[in-house]
């Protein structure tokens, strides 16, 4: 089982309209992340919330941690191609080893 | 300022060959990361390793798979007698030293070794 569930899987909409993609647990977590990965490259660090409520803006990304820090929504206002990639979160897990959701990958058509 | 380096960025491999992907931190990093990604997967963490040692390797197969940091050089990840089910990228990240016990520092990843075991 995993730790992170990511849904959707897969998200594919048109430019302009707006999105929200979850990342789930039953696990309770001091802090969750939100990465980014283009295709063939690797996953940069969109945020870190670590208070449960936060809502974080990173111009039209949202990103917000559940109250009860098990959970965790990225919404994208009017998306755009360049918006195109695959959405990962992931938690620490003992020191520093990062467990990662299976990813939700975006595609934003022109 | 350049972040961290993988190289090749993409190798070929048939059934049996040892795959060797090497890694170099950001400068100023100590601590080193392997994780593997699976098409269609999240990334899976590997190995944790600072300079001449590894912190855990939870994450490694326990057969056909090691890793180093050496005093001087980049990281190596090492596969022998790779078979079809090690095809993946694998990405490697750094972080400096650990500002306390109980702190996590940010991972900067590479731009991962696309592995093809034909």
């Known amino acids: 089982t995993q730790l992170l569930e990511q849904s959707p899987q897969f998200l594919s909409i048109q430019e302009g309209e707006n999105l929200t993609v979850y990342c789930n647990s039953s696990s309770v977590f001091s802090s969750l992340q939100w990465y980014r990965q283009e295709p063939g490259e690797g996953p940069v660090l969109l945020v870190t919330v670590v208070t449960g409520g936060e809502v974080k803006k990173l111009k039209r990304l949202t990103f917000q941690f559940g109250d009860a820090r098990k959970d965790s929504s990225l919404h994208i206002t009017a998306a755009q191609p360049g918006d195109t990639g695959l959405y990962l979160c992931?938690?620490?897990?003992?020191?520093?080893?990062?467990?990662f959701g299976q990813g939700t990958r975006l595609t934003i058509n022109p | 300022n350049a972040g961290v380096m993988q190289n090749p960025r993409h190798l070929v491999r048939r059934r049996g060959q040892e795959a060797r992907l090497r890694c170099s931190p950001m400068k100023g990093h100590s601590h080193v990361y392997w994780y593997r990604q699976l098409p269609e997967e999240g990334l899976k963490f590997m190995v944790y390793l600072q300079k001449e040692n590894i912190i855990d390797e939870s994450g490694m197969p326990k057969e056909r798979f090691s890793a180093e940091f050496p005093k001087e050089g980049p990281s190596i990840l090492r596969i022998q007698q790779v078979v079809r089910g090690d095809s993946a990228a694998y990405f490697c990240?750094?972080?400096?030293?650990?500002?306390?016990?109980?702190?996590?520092?940010?991972?900067?990843f590479g731009p991962g070794t696309r592995l093809l075991v034909l």
């Open positions: 990240a750094s972080s400096p030293r650990l500002a306390g016990v109980g702190y996590q520092e940010t991972q900067y």
């Open positions: 992931a938690v620490y897990q003992g020191a520093q080893k990062l467990v």
